[in-house]
């Protein structure tokens, strides 16, 4: 098969820089693709820590003017990655994350930064780089939705295009004032181009103009066209269906492998189970729990939002004391929630504890050593946390919605009597029905026997980006020009 030039352009690539799911999507999808003979390189803007890991790097685009200054196209190898870093001090070059200050605020030109990502995106489509031109280039999220208005009004042969949703909850809206700056045609700024409610639309632009668009699980594709969870976008998507395309994320088992994790206190695999339980000792160590091996410990790994449930579990906590059970936090967010968990832990020492951050290496810690992992979302797009936890043998509790409902099959008897169950999940997404299955849970955990077989089951389950990828190989070949 004659391989496939294209680009992908992201605000945030693992393992670089990373606020969420889409960093490790972004980061792992170049390699998973190649195996389908797709030659994808990486382009994203050179923030301090993607310059500073950026090896080899040449110069292979200018630009006099973006937005503001000079600018130019780094390439180079960093973080496994062929990349492309957009240097633009002016843009990129000050403290903070990828979009907003150390005091926690947007950064108010974020619509210039992210016009910028997708501008020098869309030239590189068009052939900026010598010797070199992609044959597709695929967006991702509301930060790279201009790509396809780019590519679109650019009046020359354009390469095929797609973008990505990760979470339709994050658009990009921005007044009109902004448009005449963005450099694109009078006519975009219509219905049927990047104008929205009287703004400008990135997400919405990119929905509108791009050859194809995915989201990250067959259910979420299904949810968004409907009603609340279109979030004003869902009349756009329906007219698009048949262009749009539910894929289901996969995780880098390179680097969630349990067999060979620097970042746990004990290897581990399906044939050496009984190994794994380092990892909760360890864990509870780690936390200030108390040490108790066949406690039910459940895990958290989440940002602290309202999308991700988390104020249902504090209406829960009492399971905890009713069933001799643990919890262990690690996220940040929302502030009264992180009060809220707080005041739990300082409630019930020993048994509830939290971390306010996020670090990779007590991620991985979790997932090895919980019994379950906890993710009660309102909405999820995917989720990745669930496909890390059947990775580890943590056994997914999760609410009926998006790629929750597609990649975990729940442990009722005819499930486990199949021998196919993976976790447990619940519907409505209350707190009720999370006290349901946090209850279902711990009388799963009680039967030994069975709870080593839904372990097993998830252990088994292929969650790499094997299957994905030929999807999205697919795709990109339906798109190219010929």
């Known amino acids: 098969m004659k391989p496939i ?53 040449k110069t292979v685009a200018r630009f006099n003017e973006l937005f503001g200054g000079p600018a130019r196209v780094l390439a180079g190898r960093a ?12 843009l990129y070059d000050r403290d903070g994350g990828p979009y907003a200050g150390p005091d926690g605020r947007d950064f108010a030109d974020n619509g210039f930064r992210f016009a910028a990502l997708a501008k020098v995106g869309a030239e590189i489509g068009l052939g900026q780089i010598e010797g070199w031109r ?14 396809a208005a780019y590519l679109h009004y650019s009046g020359r042969p354009r390469p095929g295009s797609l973008i990505t949703v990760h ?32 703004g400008v639309g990135f997400l919405k632009a990119g929905l509108q103009l791009a050859d194809r668009v995915t989201t990250v ?50 290897p581990f695999s399906a044939k050496k189970l009984a190994a794994r339980a380092e990892n909760k000792k360890a864990l509870q160590a780690r936390m200030g729990l108390a040490h108790a091996p066949d406690r039910l410990l459940i895990g958290v790994v989440s940002r602290l939002s309202w999308q991700k449930g988390l104020d249902l579990l504090l209406a829960c906590l009492n399971f905890f004391d009713e069933h001799n059970a643990q919890l262990v936090l690690l996220g940040t967010g929302d502030p009264a929630l992180e009060a809220a968990f707080q005041d739990a832990a300082r409630q019930h020492p020993g048994r509830i504890a939290v971390h306010f951050a996020y670090e990779e290496p007590l991620a991985h810690l979790i997932q090895a050593g919980s019994d379950a992992i906890l993710v009660p979302s309102r909405f999820e797009p995917c989720g990745l946390t669930q496909l890390c936890a ?37 519907s409505p997404v209350t707190s009720e029905a999370l006290a349901g299955a946090l209850r279902r849970c711990a009388t799963l955990h009680a039967r030994k026997a069975v709870w080593k077989k839904v372990q097993l089951n998830g252990l088994k389950t292929n969650v790499s ?10 795709l990109y070949r339906e798109v190219a020009p010929a």
């Open 5 to 57: 030039a294209a680009l992908s352009v992201t605000p945030e690539v693992y393992p670089l820089i990373k606020t969420g799911g889409l960093a490790d999507v972004a980061g792992a999808l170049p390699g998973a693709l190649a195996a389908e003979h797709v030659e994808l390189r990486t382009l994203c803007p050179g923030y301090r820590p993607v310059l500073a890991a950026l090896e080899n790097s």
């Open 79 to 90: 973080g496994g990655l062929d990349l492309l870093a957009i240097d633009a001090p002016h």
């Open 134 to 147: 992609p044959r597709v280039v695929h967006a991702h999220d509301w930060q790279a939705g201009l790509t």
């Open 167 to 198: 979470n339709l909850a994050f658009q990009g809206q921005f007044p009109a004032a902004v448009f005449p700056a963005l450099g694109l045609p009078a006519r975009a700024f219509s219905i049927e181009g990047v104008e929205y409610y009287g």
């Open 217 to 266: 699980s067959p259910t979420y594709a299904e949810e968004i066209q409907q009603g609340h969870s279109g979030m004003g976008l869902d009349g756009l998507l329906r007219m698009r269906g048949s262009q749009l395309a539910g894929v289901l994320n996969g995780i880098d088992t390179a680097v969630w492998n349990p067999e060979t994790d620097p970042m746990i206190a004990a």
């Open 390 to 426: 059947m990775r580890y043998g943590a056994v997914p509790v999760v609410s009926r919605v998006g790629g929750l409902a597609d990649s975990i099959i729940d442990a009722n008897e005819m499930a486990i009597h199949a021998n196919c169950a993976t976790g447990l999940q619940f």
């Open 465 to 474: 980006w094997s299957i994905p990828a030929r999807h999205y190989a697919a």
